[in-house]
């Protein structure tokens, strides 16, 4: 079954956890699975993941310059997710450009840069409180701090009512998280759990 799954949410939501565990449940039954992220590991995603070090990495001129390196390095996730289609693969995705709509300014020209990437088929949102976030961050980055992570984790439930994103409580326990995931996914395979 060809299926785009994006999981989103602030850093420390349990993402990519989430992703090896959906990446092995779906394998188990049958499907064929990429695993993609982003920023990708492409000379765009390794200058984007340097740059996400700086200190100036939340100023605005700073954000736009990272707004549109992320929409150059999407073009490269085309291309994957493309040929991943083609060969009847599940794409699970650890963020899409739903993350710079929120994490970026100005959600009208993030959309506008970023009109050819492809919209995922379900979008599930991790929720998490910003300081159980900020306790799991290793704090690399200079998005993860309170501030910042309550702005956005703001943006992403409004963004998650507007475009209809399921929400899963990344407050539970792992398995919890897992099991909720596998209930919003296994219908579209066709699958009761």
Not at 105 to 111: A, E, V
Request: proline content about 2%.
């Amino acid at each position: 079954m060809i299926m785009y799954i994006c999981l989103e949410g602030i850093d420390g939501s349990g993402k990519s956890t989430q992703i090896a565990l959906i990446r092995e449940w779906l394998t188990t039954i049958g499907q064929k699975v990429l695993k993609i992220r982003e920023p990708t590991e492409s000379d765009i995603g390794m200058l984007i993941r340097k740059m996400l070090q700086s200190s100036r990495a939340t100023e605005e001129n700073f954000q736009n310059t990272l707004a549109l390196l992320f929409a150059a390095d999407r073009t490269v996730l085309m291309e994957e997710i493309g040929k991943a289609e083609s060969d009847g693969k599940v794409v699970i995705s650890d963020r899409c450009f739903y993350s710079s709509i929120v994490y970026q300014n100005d959600g009208k020209w993030i959309s506008k840069i970023n009109k050819h990437a492809k919209k995922p088929d379900i979008t599930i949102l991790l929720d998490l409180d910003v300081e159980t976030a900020l306790k799991r961050c290793e704090g690399k980055d200079q998005f993860e701090n309170q501030y910042f992570l309550e702005n956005v984790r703001k943006k992403y439930l409004e963004l998650a009512e507007k475009e209809d994103f399921y929400v899963v409580n990344a407050n539970n326990g792992l398995n919890k998280i897992h099991h909720d995931i596998k209930r919003i996914i296994s219908p579209k395979f066709g699958i009761c759990i």
